[in-house]
């Protein structure tokens, strides 16, 4: 039943995908036009905080608590991670959130500090394999490689020695974990402590209107159509019991078909 409903899922977020995706969304303030826009902050913005509201969700107070993981299991995770991240860097369709499924497929009834581990080493890899990718393959595969792609002009990794452009961005990438790590420590606590004051319903429906008037001013009213009824399929999902992460099929399909 549960491959059945995913599959039906696919099948339709991809026909609205395919459909979507045809249609001329404009701007009616001259703005960048795109209907993904609208498409997946239906399937997986809207839809998720709207499920969130109706189930009465909110922050509980956060308290810091010590936590320890063994050596080895923490090798593990990081060793299952690298290499799920790789696989995101190379492979095109592939989210870290597919690769972490994958990667916990491995793994016998894991600890949460294991799961975090295991998403951290896939995010983390991820930064440095689909740069990595961009000049071995030439073909980004992220959001950050396609702007990293127009600003310079992406040599192809033939010998053993990098590019220049790679080292210096991989470089980059390293200290910005770096410094990540830190921030986050420093930081997570203060705004763990922050955040239960503030009112969830409250933001909920603040972002919520936010994503409205930001689509109609870069999508029009054909792009808000499109986000109301994406939002109503990226809300199937957990009615039915199996992750939105099947919706993916938005852009799976009509890439499929188009290659066809």
């Given at each position: 039943?549960?491959?059945?409903?995913?599959?039906?899922?696919?099948?339709?977020?991809?026909?609205?995908?395919?459909?979507?995706?045809?249609?001329?969304?404009?701007?009616?303030?001259?703005?960048?036009?795109?209907?993904?826009?609208?498409?997946?902050?239906?399937?997986?913005?809207?839809?998720?905080?709207?499920?969130?509201?109706?189930?009465?969700?909110?922050?509980?107070?956060?308290?810091?608590?010590?936590?320890?993981?063994?050596?080895?299991?923490?090798?593990?995770?990081?060793?299952?991670?690298?290499?799920?991240?790789?696989?995101?860097?190379?492979l095109p369709g592939m989210s870290g959130g597919v690769a972490t499924v994958i990667a916990m497929m491995c793994k016998k009834?894991?600890?949460?500090?294991?799961?975090?581990?295991?998403?951290?080493?896939?995010?983390?890899?991820?930064?440095?394999?689909?740069?990595?990718?961009?000049?071995?393959?030439?073909?980004?595969?992220?959001?950050?490689?396609?702007?990293?792609?127009?600003?310079?002009?992406?040599?192809?990794?033939?010998?053993?020695?990098?590019?220049?452009?790679?080292?210096?961005?991989?470089?980059?990438?390293?200290?910005?974990?770096?410094?990540?790590?830190?921030?986050?420590?420093?930081?997570?606590?203060?705004?763990?402590?922050?955040?239960?004051?503030?009112?969830?319903?409250?933001?909920?429906?603040?972002?919520?209107?936010?994503?409205?008037?930001?689509?109609?001013?870069?999508?029009?009213?054909?792009?808000?159509?499109?986000?109301?009824?994406?939002?109503?399929?990226?809300?199937?999902?957990?009615?039915?019991?199996?992750?939105?992460?099947?919706?993916m099929g938005v852009l799976l399909l009509p890439v499929i078909l188009m290659l066809w």
């Amino acid at each position: 039943m549960g491959v059945a409903a995913a599959f039906l899922l696919f099948l339709l977020s991809g026909c609205l995908g395919a459909a979507a995706l045809n249609m001329p969304v404009s701007s009616p303030f001259g703005l960048p036009a795109t209907a993904l826009f609208p498409l997946l902050s239906g399937l997986f913005g809207t839809s998720t905080l709207l499920e969130s509201l109706r189930g009465g969700a909110s922050v509980p107070e956060q308290h810091r608590e010590q936590v320890s993981l063994d050596p080895g299991e923490a090798g593990g995770a990081i060793a299952m991670g690298s290499t799920a991240g790789s696989l995101v860097g190379f492979l095109p369709g592939m989210s870290g959130g597919v690769a972490t499924v994958i990667a916990m497929m491995c793994k016998k009834e894991p600890k949460p500090s294991f799961v975090i581990l295991t998403l951290s080493a896939i995010n983390t890899a991820n930064s440095f394999f689909v740069l990595s990718a961009l000049f071995l393959i030439l073909r980004p595969r992220s959001g950050a490689a396609i702007v990293v792609n127009e600003l310079i002009d992406a040599v192809e990794w033939n010998g053993i020695i990098p590019p220049p452009d790679l080292v210096l961005l991989l470089i980059s990438v390293l200290i910005a974990s770096c410094a990540g790590f830190f921030l986050t420590t420093f930081l997570g606590g203060r705004f763990a402590n922050l955040i239960p004051r503030i009112p969830y319903d409250k933001l909920v429906i603040g972002i919520i209107g936010l994503i409205v008037v930001m689509v109609f001013a870069f999508t029009g009213l054909l792009g808000l159509l499109m986000l109301s009824v994406s939002t109503a399929v990226g809300m199937i999902a957990p009615n039915i019991g199996i992750r939105r992460s099947h919706a993916m099929g938005v852009l799976l399909l009509p890439v499929i078909l188009m290659l066809w």
